[in-house]
C-alpha cells in the first residue's frame, strides 16, 4: 500500500456528509466571498475513498498533490491520476474522483459556484463501478 504525505496543508476533518464512500478529509482553505466565486479545498482520500457521482453547476479544477486515484466521467474509462496532475472537470459533466485501491490520494479542489450552488450529488459509486476503475487504470 502507497503511503501518501500531506505536506502542503493539514489533513482537516474527516467528511461525514454521505457522499463519499471510506475516509475522506477536507481542509477548506478558501470560503466563496465578496472577491472569490469558488470554494478551495484540499481533500485527502485514504486508499478505496472516494466521492458519490456528482456534477458541478460551473466546473471545478483538481491538483493532485500526492498519492495515486481515479478520475471518471459518466460513460467513459476510468483515467489514472497522479501527484503533478491537473484535472479541468467542465460545467454539468457527471464524474466523481478519489483513491485508487492501492494509494491513498490528496487534491486541492477548486471548485466555481454558480449563484450559491457548487456541486449536485448523485447516486453513490458501486463496489462494481469502483473495482472495474480500478482495472481499467492498471491498463
Do not use: C
Request: glycine share 8%; charged share 20%.
Amino acid at each position: 500500500m502507497e503511503q501518501i504525505k500531506n505536506e502542503i496543508f493539514e489533513k482537516g476533518n474527516q467528511i461525514t456528509n454521505g457522499y463519499f464512500t471510506g475516509n475522506a478529509f477536507l481542509n477548506l482553505l478558501q470560503e466563496k466571498d465578496e472577491n472569490n466565486d469558488f470554494a478551495l479545498g484540499n481533500v485527502t482520500f485514504e486508499s478505496g475513498a472516494r466521492t458519490n457521482w456528482h456534477t458541478h453547476p460551473r466546473g471545478q479544477v483538481l491538483i493532485i498533490t500526492d498519492g495515486t486515484g481515479i478520475y471518471q466521467e459518466k460513460g467513459q474509462v476510468a483515467q489514472l491520476i497522479k501527484k503533478g496532475d491537473i484535472i479541468n472537470i467542465p460545467q454539468d459533466v457527471e464524474h466523481w474522483h478519489g483513491a485508487s485501491a492501492v494509494s491513498g490520494m490528496i487534491h486541492i479542489a477548486i471548485t466555481n459556484y454558480k449563484d450559491e450552488e457548487n456541486v449536485t450529488w448523485l447516486q453513490a459509486v458501486s463496489e462494481k463501478e469502483y473495482a472495474i476503475a480500478n482495472k481499467q487504470i492498471q491498463r
